[in-house]
């Protein structure tokens, strides 16, 4: 028997509308987790079993390629078991993982082999990996693409973890050419050490419980810098530069103008760049650290400004969870707590709260949180839209309901987050991977579906 899901508003390439989901015949392992067709409710084949999701929007599965899942090594902090439990539960049908935070860092194909084993059988819901460009691995990247990962991360600052080391200049020129063969994109921690070092230099004596002190320790000017060398070097080697957690606004007229003169260099915001503002953040309130940090109202508006002119390109995470006591929260010191947000379970509804607000809608959510990612990671034939051909993988979400921010909402392995009591706007009501529920009614479905995406 043939299966469709039905809702008011499904939100596809072509539009928003009351359409039919018509799934391919077979099990939801197989063929049947395909997408046969998009229809009208009357076109359905006769004995069709049809699943109606009334006012409902159906929104593609989110996509977020900027994540850190940290296993093997340090599965203590998170894991793609609670990883993967927490995306689902916040809308998410597949996740990207950043090399650096896990043991051993997927910086070699054999590491890449020892991630691949520690996520089987664990995974709700569908996983990739990027590689790791580090200092002194230029002879593994090739091997990586052929191994299959969709790109490569590379921070050009001490990333806060020793064995991911940075990479200079000179380093990076050496890896280029073999992340220009390879075709894929070079994800860039666009900060420079030089001005971050001449600003901690005149704070020496200055009171690091106070977030402006860490905000003045993280100047535009590191972000900045970074991002003019890595447009020079795009332009010389021709490689795909993708700039992650963009802060600044200051950098938008250089990314334009770089993307005027036909370089392939893209950009992410995250949720909390988007949400917050460093006059808001209170004295000692370490949960709201980050790299590079959250900066001004100003900078903020400027940055939903980059999403509406199509200067940011798309919405990732860069959920970076740790134990409650890396975070220093007795302390309070900014220059100690271990920088990182986690907002899997709650980054669409921040985000659709922010954006309603602004009065963008359900499309611009489904373009900034699911194609354009894919498009970054390569697996466009499969994911990132709701059309024929495309796995039957979606959000079933109330954009009109409301709830207020519990631990019990999180999903994810330690439940801290710096929006704990806030009221946010949309529901995530269900998940479904290729046409099977993965959470529905506020529990995870029992069992791991999800699979590894490989671009080879």
């Not at 001449?198 to 100047?219: G, I, M, Q, V």
Request: with cysteine.
């Amino acid at each position: 028997m043939a299966q469709a899901f039905v809702a008011d508003r499904v939100v596809t390439p072509q539009g928003i509308r009351r359409v039919a989901l018509l799934l391919e015949d077979g099990p939801a392992d197989d063929a049947g987790g395909v997408i046969r067709a998009i229809c009208e409710v009357g076109d359905l084949p006769e004995n069709t079993d049809l699943v109606d999701f009334g006012a409902r929007a159906l929104l593609p599965g989110l996509v977020d390629t900027h994540v850190h899942i940290n296993e093997p090594g340090r599965t203590t902090w998170e894991g793609f078991a609670t990883a993967t439990r927490a995306a689902a539960a916040g809308g998410y049908t597949t996740l990207v993982d950043m090399p650096l935070n896990c043991l051993p860092e997927t910086t070699t194909v054999a590491a890449l082999e020892e991630k691949r084993t520690a996520a089987a059988g664990q995974c709700v819901i569908d996983w990739a990996a990027w590689g790791g460009a580090v200092a002194d691995n230029q002879a593994d990247l090739l091997p990586l693409a052929r191994a299959g990962v969709p790109g490569y991360k590379c921070f050009l600052i001490y990333p806060g973890c020793d064995g991911f080391t940075m990479i200079d200049r000179e380093q990076l020129e050496r890896a280029l050419p073999a992340i220009a063969e390879s075709g894929l994109p070079l994800l860039v921690h666009a900060e420079l050490a030089g001005p971050i070092d001449a600003a901690c230099e005149t704070l020496r004596d200055a009171d690091w419980r106070k977030f402006s002190t860490y905000l003045a320790s993280r100047p535009d000017e590191a972000e900045l810098d970074a991002i003019r060398l890595m447009i020079h070097l795009c332009r010389q080697y021709g490689v795909r530069i993708h700039i992650v957690h963009l802060a600044t606004a200051q950098a938008l007229n250089l990314l334009n103008a770089a993307r005027s003169q036909g370089l392939p260099i893209t950009a992410e915001a995250c949720p909390h760049h988007l949400h917050f503002a460093a006059e808001d953040i209170a004295d000692g309130a370490t949960l709201l650290k980050c790299t590079p940090p959250i900066r001004s109202r100003s900078n903020r508006e400027a940055l939903w400004q980059g999403l509406r002119d199509g200067s940011i390109n798309f919405i990732a995470t860069d959920h970076s969870p740790c134990p409650p006591e890396m975070k220093r929260l007795d302390e309070g010191r900014f220059d100690l707590a271990w920088g990182g947000i986690a907002s899997l379970s709650v980054a669409l509804s921040v985000v659709w709260t922010d954006a309603a607000e602004r009065g963008f809608g359900l499309g611009d959510i489904a373009r900034w949180m699911s194609a354009a990612p894919v498009a970054l990671a390569g697996f466009g034939n499969r994911i990132g839209t709701l059309e024929a051909g495309r796995d039957a993988s979606f959000v079933v979400f109330d954009p009109e309901a409301q709830f207020v921010v519990t631990p019990d909402k999180l999903h994810y392995r330690h439940p801290i987050s710096p929006y704990m009591g806030e009221t946010l706007s949309g529901v995530v009501e269900a998940t479904y991977l290729r046409g099977k529920p993965v959470y529905r009614a506020g529990e995870i479905i029992a069992g791991a579906r999800g699979r590894e995406l490989r671009l080879c």
